[in-house]
């Protein structure tokens, strides 16, 4: 029997103890499956699900102790199997809300070991986890959006992209870093239906609404910018590299390019999320998050959220963790743990 008759079976009973001994033992037969994913028909087509999700949905239903609140139970379960209610800027179901429960609601963000599987490398310094772009996919785009990041690097976000279903483009400065990332995504064996592009160019001076129009689009529906944190990371010779510039206030202006050109290109209403960290310099904390977020907001930008992630520590400051823990305390500051991520909506 489908899932759905069978739940509509038990909904109209009005004997609670039967229906009880139906779902323990739908639970059992549950009990004995490892798989984590379990397929059920709906009218004739086969679906998926959760285990946990449609085990705790069942077992809530089994401890009622009335038969209108087992009723109820039911009825929403119905629902949530036979009825789809997605969001304006992602594929989740919000009947089925609880299902995910991989997705960070938190504005704190505390990563462990970060993803290596596929076709993702640790072996570029500077690159972010994947977990991030794997988080912000999920919430703000659908399959098949586009999907912009003017600071492509080894390719992180375009390899999820590519595992999600969305189509990507990327920008990278530095030609050989550029050729690095086109060989990671092509490592991904994921997502061959997808577009993916990568152009070594200048994310500043970038003609986005020519080369979209190459690849069948007009505008994206993410754009997510994990630019240097000024010079702590020299990744190239190039005057243009933001981790060239001479000062904090150029650093600034050549950062605002990046996100003016950008923002023109971003559909209303969606999103975009900036990855960034401070620097300390010559005894002084500067906070350029912060310089960032405000210069975000007035190119046009809504701030809806800001995150705070921690940050694991280079392979030198972890070899030299007494030292750095000495300078702290001799030099009154806090030694780096988080960096931020905020989020903005146009």
């Keep these: 029997m489908e899932l759905i008759a069978f739940l ?7 004997n609670l103890e039967k229906i009880k001994d139906e779902i323990e033992s739908l639970l059992t037969s549950y009990a004995v499956t490892a798989d984590k994913t379990l397929h059920f028909k709906l009218n004739g087509d086969e679906q998926t699900i ?13 401890g009622t102790k009335t038969l209108e609140r087992t009723n109820y139970y039911i009825k929403r379960l119905i629902k949530s199997l036979s009825e789809e209610k997605t969001g304006k800027v992602n594929d989740l179901n919000l009947n089925r809300w609880k299902e995910y429960s991989d997705i960070i609601t938190d504005s704190l963000w505390i990563i462990g070991k970060r993803d290596q599987s596929g076709a993702h490398k640790a072996d570029y310094w500077g690159n972010f986890v994947p977990q991030i772009p794997n988080q912000f996919l999920k ?5 098949a959006d586009w999907v912009l990041d003017p600071f492509v690097g080894s390719g992180t976000t375009l390899i999820e992209c590519k595992r999600l279903g969305r189509n990507g483009l990327g920008l990278e400065l530095n030609k050989q870093v550029a050729e690095m990332a086109k060989s990671n995504v092509g490592k991904e064996k994921k997502g061959d239906r997808v577009k993916i592009k990568i152009l070594n160019d200048d994310s500043s001076t970038m003609n986005y609404k020519a080369q979209l129009k190459k690849l069948g689009t007009k505008s994206v529906q993410f754009i997510l910018m994990h630019p240097p944190y000024w010079d702590i990371i020299k990744f190239s010779s190039k005057k243009n590299d933001l981790s060239n510039a001479q000062s904090l206030n150029e650093f600034v202006k050549m950062f605002v390019k990046v996100a003016e050109k950008t923002y023109s290109v971003l559909d209303k209403g969606r999103y975009c999320a900036v990855v960034i960290g401070d620097k300390y310099s010559s005894g002084e904390w500067i906070p350029l998050g912060f310089y960032v977020m405000q210069e975000m907001m007035k190119v046009g930008y809504k701030l809806k959220s800001t995150i705070v992630k921690n940050f694991d520590q280079t392979t030198a400051k972890r070899n030299q963790k ?8 001799a030099g009154g500051f806090y030694i780096f743990k988080h960096e931020y991520i905020f989020l903005f909506q146009k």
Excluded: H, N
């Design 8 to 14: 509509k079976k038990l909904e109209s009973s009005k």
């Design 50 to 62: 959760s285990k946990d999700y449609l085990v705790g949905e069942l077992k809530q239903i089994s």
């Design 139 to 143: 919430r703000y785009t659908k399959k």
């Design 322 to 329: 007494d030292l750095w823990r000495f300078r702290a305390l």
